[in-house]
């Protein structure tokens, strides 16, 4: 009698020591936390900017944006939407920025519709998403004083602002770059050569966004080359290895360290994209 009442017990506790055994882990409710541990590894990092950071159409100019996604993981994708010659107002409106200024000394923008490399970035389905980021990197055309290209101080912060907004309200993180230096020699020091370097500063405080002074960090990597002095002629040696044939843009070695420089200031300012570098 008691052994079949012990039989009768086991059989009863049975389903329950099942559900506790380790196989459990295989259960349906365990697999999606690994499904979504994948898709929240996977992240995008959004360019927007001028000739400096753009993908080359030749040999030379090569921008240092299509020089980043090597160095990240394959966690990462580099979406790299800077165009040549353009400054903040041209890259947004695009064939909307007139050859005239307003009273206020700025480009007449009509009509006010984004041009579709900024409807892109925006779009619901396949722009940006919750914890990309994006980098804005201008402030070398913007000092055009001609249309359409010029920019003003207090527009040029009120574009920076609006791209930040917009990322942000969609759980994109942003972060404005001071426009990278072109090689100027004073004596045997590499020095700054751009503007904006205030406004970008200004308005990434405003944003609330990280900011990465490529400006100081560019000419400071110049000087560590000893690309200062040199005679000009960019067709040879350290300097000519570095720019193309001109004081500007980049050879691919040169895009090759900017993108390094501005992978170390990732790290540097504990930015949290950092910790997907290689």
Known sequence: MRKRFLSLVAL????????????????????????????????????????????????????????????????????????????????????????????AGECVVSPRTFHQRWLTMLDPA???????????????????????????????????????????DRGVTPIFLTPVSAIRCSGSAAVGTRGFLTETSDAGRAAGATVIDLHKLSYTLYNTLKLCPNNGDYTQGPVGAFFCNDHTHFEAAGARQIAGVVAKALRDQRIPLSSYLK
Request: hydrophobic share 40%.
């Open 12 to 103: 009863a506790v049975l389903p329950f020591i099942a559900n506790a055994s380790p196989a459990s882990a295989d259960q349906p409710d365990c697999a999606p936390a690994t499904e979504s541990s994948t898709a929240a590894a996977s992240v995008k990092v959004w360019l927007a900017g001028d000739s400096t950071m753009s993908n080359p159409q030749s040999s030379c100019p090569v921008g240092w944006g299509s020089q980043f996604d090597p160095l990240f993981t394959g966690d990462v994708t580099v979406v790299n939407s800077a165009v040549a010659g353009r400054s903040i107002q041209t890259w947004l409106y695009e064939s909307n920025v007139k050859s005239t200024k307003d009273s």
């Open 126 to 168: 396949n722009g940006m998403k919750a914890g990309d980021y994006l980098m804005i990197q201008f402030g070398i055309n913007d000092g055009d004083g001609n249309c359409p290209r010029h920019v003003g101080s207090a527009r040029y912060k009120e574009l920076l602002a609006l791209m930040a907004k917009a990322a942000k």
